[in-house]
């Protein structure tokens, strides 16, 4: 007993690391005919042997050899024979089995399918992810044999589609509809053009299996337009987020010192400049550091555009309260002085600014919606930057003082609020917040000296159909224009979307003057 039990330990140790395969069918692999090739690949791929894998990566890897009509694989000064993996001596002329694009897209399709009984999570995610875009009738055995062993969800969902894919093939015009039917549930565009050749009488010669295609197609259809107004609400949301930057500042200002200020879309510029200069700074002194400097370039957003603003406002705005045409021409000037000063900087070509690692991919939804995360955060840090402006709005002294200026600046000046400092402070929060939408744009947009012109526009938009200096007002103003413009430019494009809204917005101030939300006050009325 002791003598047969060690015999069967033996021959566990001894047994070679290569099972051997079928010689016959690793032989037609270096046949001279593409087709018997294909055979052979496929016979192979459904014996599912990890040894398989090698011999197929290897003759993808143009590894293959045959010598004296042996097919073996040569790795560097190493030779092993393909079907049974022992070695045997480098042969001095192998010739090499010629892999056309052919065989190679079958053999990307069998490596694809054998990597689905991976142990390895990762690798089998990866392989169902890749046979969703290509599996042949041929495959469904493999792919039913893989469903019966897989134990992850997310994985058999993908394998299970896969399989239907597979059966769209099958003779059986029972296994066609069910096929269809599995995947009239998707929501993906590649199933939809896997399903339309079966549209067809030529592709699909039962009328049930048609009809059901149709249909199927009808509902995936549904899904995917449901999907895009989705993603363009998204965006006009992302759209609207930064144009409540840009116009929350532009509603401070001209809601306490009346000032149609043209040069607030270079504030945002300045913003978007200072990421620039930040990430600049980090790659040469920090770079291990480097997925920070967007966080590092807030503060030096908002205070250089700040100082900018002052520096604006003590130079020439202060000078020219009260007279709105001087206001507009200086404050365009000074649009101008800002763009050549960016040009002499940094150049007259855009900037790159990359999106930190942490900002990287999104949220996929469905197979056609993906959220971006460089997008998700914009929005939620104008959430943020809103909820600090209306704190200080409403909960603080300067907010207290900027809204008594903005309803009656006679008013307030008699009962000692000091309008001249509020007017700088004033414009410094605005500019500043500016600064920060830049700052914003900086991750979804170009950078270049031009880039706050497309702006200045949309903001004075969002504050006057907002209601001057009226924070509610301004959030659905932006996000009102935001969505309603993508919305429009999926329907007629960009440029009749502008010109839409922009009509829009000229017929509601005719009919409301205040826009949304009027000020309340003595002085509004």
């Known amino acids: 007993m002791k003598i047969r039990l060690f015999a069967v330990l033996f021959c566990l140790v001894a047994l070679p690391a290569w099972a051997a395969l079928d010689a016959a069918l690793v032989r037609q692999l270096a046949d001279d005919d593409s087709s018997v090739k294909v055979a052979a690949i496929q016979k192979l791929t459904q014996t599912a042997d990890p040894d398989t894998v090698r011999v ?62 991976d142990t390895n999570r990762t690798v089998r995610l990866a392989s ?3 046979l969703q875009s290509k599996v042949s009738p041929a495959m469904a055995p493999l792919l039913a044999r893989a469903l019966e062993q897989e134990s992850d969800a997310q994985i058999k969902a993908l394998l299970t589609l896969a399989y239907a894919q ?95 200020n043209m040069a607030h879309g270079e504030l945002l ?30 503060p030096v957003a908002f205070f250089t555009a700040a100082l900018v603003g002052v520096l604006m406002e003590r130079t020439v705005i202060r000078w020219l309260y009260g007279r709105t045409l001087e206001t507009l021409l200086a404050t365009w ?30 949220i996929e939804l469905l197979p056609n919606l993906m959220l971006p995360w460089n997008r998700i955060i914009i929005v939620g840090f104008a959430l943020f930057v809103l909820l600090l402006v209306w704190v200080l709005m409403k909960r603080t002294r300067l907010g207290m003082f900027v809204r008594a200026v903005t309803q009656n600046r006679a008013m307030a000046g008699c009962v000692g609020v000091p309008t001249a400092r509020i007017d700088t402070l004033a414009f410094a929060l605005g500019a500043g917040i500016a600064g920060l939408g830049g700052l914003a744009l900086s991750q979804i947009s170009n950078v270049g000296p031009d880039m706050g012109q497309g702006y200045i526009v949309d903001s004075f938009m969002v504050v006057v159909l907002g209601g001057v200096g009226q924070l509610a007002g301004a959030v659905w103003a932006a996000l009102g224009l935001g969505i309603f413009s993508k919305l429009l430019e999926g329907w007629a494009g960009a440029v009749i979307a502008k010109i839409v809204v922009l009509v829009f917005i000229i017929i509601f101030i005719q009919k409301r003057p205040q826009g949304l939300f009027a000020l309340k006050g003595r002085f509004a009325e």
């Open 128 to 130: 169902a992810q890749k």
């Open 269 to 298: 510029m300045v913003g978007a400049y200072s990421a620039y200069v930040m990430q600049s700074v980090f790659r040469a002194y920090f770079p291990s550091a480097i997925d920070w400097y967007l966080p590092a370039a807030i």
């Open 56 to 117: 197929l990566k290897a003759m993808a890897d143009d590894s293959l050899y045959v010598d004296n009509g042996k097919v073996i694989i040569v790795e560097g000064d190493q030779a092993v024979d393909a079907a049974s993996g022992k070695p045997v001596s480098m042969p001095e002329t192998p010739e090499s089995v010629t892999v056309n694009n052919r065989i190679r897209g079958q053999l990307a399709e069998a490596l694809a399918a054998l990597e689905i009984f």
């Open 166 to 260: 597979a059966n769209l093939g099958n003779a059986d015009p029972a296994a066609r509809m069910k096929a269809v039917r599995a995947l009239a549930e998707t929501s993906s565009p590649a199933i939809r053009n896997v399903l339309l050749p079966l549209t067809d009488k030529a592709g699909e010669p039962d009328n049930k299996v048609r009809y059901a295609a149709i249909t199927a197609i009808k509902a995936i259809d549904g899904r995917l337009a449901r999907a895009e107004n989705l993603a363009r609400v998204f965006s006009g949301i992302s759209l609207g987020s930064i144009l409540l930057l840009g116009a929350l500042g532009l509603a401070i200002t001209y809601g306490v010192m009346g000032v149609i």
């Open 333 to 362: 000037g000074l649009s101008l002085v800002l763009i050549q000063s960016a040009r002499v900087s940094f150049g007259a070509q855009n900037v790159e600014v990359a999106n930190p690692g942490w900002m990287s991919g999104g």
